[in-house]
């Protein structure tokens, strides 16, 4: 007679025995039962057997859960160029992203800070930088469609000019570096040798190979029914920045199912209802972010997000990480 046995009762075996460690029949008294009656194979033979089959499961499990994404989706954030980590950090995305969703406070714009300056990068010297960095973050990664978020650090450069300037002169000076880096392109002088450099913005020089730069100066952006949000207001308190945003989202659009905030620099995740709730952590060198003032108590953490949507933008769980660097 033989013993019916389904694909989950093996899922979990495999699991059990290989993963939890919580099986306790050895490999010989689990052969009959994997493999068949009168199928008695040796211990090593058992166990080679079922490593083959815990890479089919992950194999069977990958192929259902991605046959229904239609966006992939990879989120950055908190950056603080030039205290960044390296770009081989995003390696294994090469080719698997749709949007690429770079969510606030990519470049530092600590010269415009107000907090004591403990080192210098000109404002100019860091936005090439950024720009470098961002042009070859699309190059590896290859988006078809790239939203650029408005964070507070890239904020501090119009803070930094409304409290200097009067309104008529800030009526033609940029917000954030993006507007120049991404949409308005901008020269950087060296006054002394008398030459200038002009640095085409993104936008431009990706839109010969069709990939779309995106950015409206806004503090978030909307992808199928997700929000990515770079908040101002910040709380120690786990998840309540999240939280707070989507009290506010839930006023002003509530056709979304997920938040994605970035800020914090915190990892977490959070379900209520039918609203998933992330903070995707930061991407800078934490042991070269220790200046901030502020911030030394509080642990930081690295960490992004990547998601699946299907194709009403609906995110997919078993297809979606909050990855823990
Ligand atoms: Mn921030």
Not at 44 to 57: A, T
Not at 63 to 85: C, E, G, Q, W, Y
Not at 123 to 151: A, H, Q, S, W
Not at 185 to 193: E, K, L, P, Q, T
């Amino acid at each position: 007679m033989s013993v019916i046995i389904t694909y989950q009762e093996v899922k979990n075996l495999v699991e059990n025995k290989l993963i939890n460690k919580t099986e306790t029949r050895s490999y010989e008294e689990l052969s009959e039962y994997l493999f068949g009656e009168g199928q008695c194979f040796n211990e090593s033979e058992v166990r080679k057997r079922m490593y083959g089959m815990k890479r089919l499961i992950e194999i069977i499990e990958n192929n259902k859960a991605s046959a229904d994404v239609a966006t992939r989706i990879l989120s950055l954030s908190d950056f603080h160029i030039p205290f960044n980590l390296p770009l081989e950090t995003f390696e294994e995305y090469s080719g698997k992203v749709d949007v690429l969703v770079l969510n606030g406070d990519i470049e530092d714009c600590q010269s415009c800070s107000k907090f004591p300056k403990k080192y210098r990068v000109n404002i100019d010297e860091e936005m090439v930088m950024t720009r470098t960095f961002i042009i070859n973050l699309i190059n590896m990664i290859k988006p078809k469609t790239v939203y650029i978020v408005k964070g507070n650090h890239e904020y501090r450069l119009g803070r930094y000019l409304s409290d200097r300037l009067n309104e008529d002169l800030l009526s033609i000076m940029p917000e954030t570096p993006m507007d120049l880096i991404v949409n308005e392109g901008f020269n950087v002088r060296d006054y002394i040798n008398k030459t200038k450099i002009w640095y085409t913005p993104l936008a431009d020089v990706y839109k010969e190979q069709g990939i779309d730069i995106v950015y409206t100066g806004e503090w978030y952006a909307k992808v199928g029914k997700t929000i990515f949000v770079h908040p101002l207001t910040y709380s120690t308190a786990m998840l309540k920045t999240t939280e707070k945003a989507v009290n506010y989202f839930l006023r002003t659009d509530r056709d979304f199912d997920c938040i994605v905030l970035a800020h914090t620099h915190k990892l977490g995740s959070y379900i209520q209802g039918d609203i998933r709730m992330y903070e995707q952590g930061c991407l800078c060198d934490l042991s070269k972010i220790t200046y901030r003032d502020g911030y030394l108590t509080i642990p930081q953490q690295n960490g992004f997000i990547y998601m699946g949507q299907d194709k009403e933008g609906h995110i997919i769980d078993d297809c979606t990480k909050l990855v823990n660097l």
